[in-house]
T-cell receptor
Framework: GENVEQHPSTLSVQEGDSAVIKCTYS??????FPWYKQELGKGPQLIID?????GEKKDQRIAVTLNKTAKHFSLHITETQPEDSAVYFC??????????????FGTGTRLTIIP | NAGVTQTPKFQVLKTGQSMTLQCAQD?????MYWYRQDPGMGLRLIYY???????DKGEVPNGYNVSRLNKREFSLRLESAAPSQTSVYFC???????????FGEGSWLTVV
């Protein structure tokens, strides 16, 4: 089955600096790569996703890049703010006609923004 | 619009007790999921339901049962709780075509 590795497990950056979180996956059939943000005491919430036919996607201060050849994808957060502090999860899925039952999550990165 | 609602939020059980976690979504989604989250393990799929009337095992189904009561509701039952089932449980739903999964707020379960 799919195996998703995520690094680093913890990351601290100064407010205003950029943060990068990296994930690798094992199943070359994976075609959907979402990123989730989980705030303390809350459920994960989708912040951005990318599909295999695209190499990069950007939404304001957040961007995701995908390298299918190397089987890795990364989350980039620019101009970090205190509210970016959270745990971030990457995931990969081969998808199906029905849904994302094949979605495999990374182990998470705890991002701390230092004011 | 409540999204995905799960109850209870917190529960302490004794080993061997049984309980059911309830989940309901009001987004008319077809697919529903139960995950557990443990430190350093990410989110692992316990069971899922691709549509009303169907359920299937995920990555870690042992010790659990599920019921898709109707399109809105998907419950998770622990028949005989064990300390290894101490975890945070998340219910989630998705319209069902490989799109965004929406999570509930989580249920913190401790088995002593």
């Amino acid at each position: 089955g799919e195996n998703v590795e995520q690094h680093p497990s913890t990351l601290s950056v100064q407010e205003g600096d950029s943060a990068v979180i990296k994930c690798t996956y094992s199943d070359s059939a994976s075609n959907y790569f979402p990123w989730y943000k989980q705030e303390l005491g809350k459920g994960p919430q989708l912040i951005i996703d990318i599909r295999s036919n695209v190499g990069e996607k950007k939404d304001q201060r957040i961007a995701v890049t995908l390298n299918k050849t190397a089987k890795h994808f990364s989350l980039h957060i620019t101009e970090t703010q205190p509210e970016d502090s959270a745990v971030y999860f990457c995931a990969a899925s081969t998808g199906s006609h029905f849904g994302n039952e094949k979605l495999t999550f990374g182990t998470g990165t705890r991002l701390t923004i230092i004011p | 619009n409540a999204g995905v609602t799960q109850t209870p939020k917190f529960q302490v059980l004794k080993t061997g007790q049984s309980m059911t976690l309830q989940c309901a979504q009001d987004m008319n989604h077809n697919s529903m999921y139960w995950y557990r989250q443990d430190p350093g393990m990410g989110l692992r799929l316990i069971y899922y339901s691709a549509s009303e009337g169907t359920t299937d095992k995920g990555e870690v189904p042992n010790g659990y049962n599920v019921s898709r009561l109707n399109k809105r509701e998907f419950s998770l039952r622990l028949e005989s709780a064990a300390p290894s089932q101490t975890s945070v449980y998340f219910c989630a739903s998705e319209i069902g075509t490989g799109n965004t999964i929406y999570f509930g707020e989580g249920s913190w379960l401790t088995v002593v």
